[in-house]
């Protein structure tokens, strides 16, 4: 009954009302205990909305969903190789507001903010002020890519590009579709996994009118944050031609397993969701706890492979600091 009157509201006042006191969480959750493990970094507060806490399995102190947001005390540890910017994005900015690392696409940095803080972020210490599209940025961005003729993808991305009103979502749709030699649009969003009433009707009837061919990235790690409801936008989304793709992050304690893995590849398929990509953590300061090791998820990725059809196993691999693409892992490394 809660998670039905939470998911009636409409998606802006689902964003409004996400959960962003920890002993609040704790309280919905009979959760109390966790209190003394919380750490909350003043850069990176909490941020959760309710429909995806309902999800949550209430007493758990292991829901794989929980801790994907939960923050930890293991956050304040500094470890060798964890960095701030594991990217180098703040190099790669040839226009504000725009990253152009791989050779035929570039990718805009629309808004800052996310309906949700994962823990992992690799973009948690990200200088979005610096990084942010200014008044002239559509200007500069047409010019830029109309000089560069190899490039004939954009992709949305922030913070959380279905974060921003359907408004300046359009704008910037109608910006990009002027562009001639552009051909597909992509859109890497958590959204629809954590409010999945964004993926409304004047969203995705605008989607299945572009000129271009629109490309929906979901990010989910893991088969309970696709509940029926979720399961039915999705299935939405791809009815008005959107091609829907996943990227996980393989995160121990929530889903470096192969039961999580197969569920999680079986549940998104039949929401008309293929699974993309699989990523190793990259290695962002304050969340190395997430990490795994090499030979761990290589191991696991053989199970993968042996328990699913091949259309259901995501790539596995890692982004790495100016590289022009996704580095996929040495599977045969360590047999």
């Known amino acids: 009954m809660i998670n039905h009157l939470i998911t009636q509201k409409n998606w ?17 959750l009979k959760l109390d205990s966790l209190r003394a493990d919380v750490y909350v970094p003043k850069h990176f507060v909490l941020r959760v909305p309710r429909g995806f806490v309902a999800k949550m399995t209430v007493g758990d102190r ?21 960095v701030a910017d594991p990217l180098s994005e703040n190099s790669q900015n040839p226009v504000k507001g725009m990253l152009h690392k791989y050779q035929s696409r570039v990718l805009l940095t629309i808004t800052g903010a996310c309906a949700i803080h994962c823990r992992y972020c690799f973009r948690q210490h990200f200088d979005y002020s610096a990084n942010m599209p200014t008044a002239d940025a559509k200007e500069n961005i047409i010019n830029y890519i109309s000089a560069h003729p190899e490039i004939n993808e954009v992709i949305l991305s922030g913070g959380d ?5 359907n408004r300046r979502l ?17 859109l890497h969003t958590r959204l629809p996994l954590v409010i999945p009433a964004r993926l409304d009707d004047a969203l995705l009837d605008r989607l299945s009118q572009s000129r271009c061919r629109i490309v929906m990235v979901i990010h989910c790690n893991h088969a309970n944050e696709i509940d029926d409801l979720t399961a039915e ?23 470096d397993n192969i039961d999580a893995q197969t569920e999680l590849s079986q549940r998104l398929f039949a929401c008309g969701v293929l699974p993309y990509y699989l990523y190793v953590l990259d290695k962002v300061a304050g969340a190395a706890h997430f990490d795994s090791d090499e030979r761990s998820s290589i191991e696991l990725y053989w199970s993968i492979l042996a328990a699913l059809p091949g259309y259901l196993v995501p790539k596995l691999v890692r982004e790495l600091p100016n590289r022009p693409f996704k580095v996929p892992i040495d599977i045969y490394k360590h047999i």
């Open 12 to 28: 802006q006042t689902q964003l409004s009302e996400a959960i962003t006191s920890v002993d609040e969480l704790l309280s919905l």
């Open 62 to 82: 292991d829901d794989p969903l929980l801790r994907q947001i939960l923050p930890d005390q293991q956050e304040q540890i500094n470890v060798t190789g964890y």
């Open 161 to 165: 590009p279905l974060n921003v009103t």
């Open 170 to 186: 359009f704008a910037w749709l109608d910006t990009l579709e002027s562009i001639p030699q552009l051909t597909t649009i992509r």
């Open 233 to 255: 936008y999705l299935q939405r989304a791809r009815a008005a031609g959107v091609t829907m793709l996943n990227q996980a992050v393989l995160l121990k304690g929530v889903n």
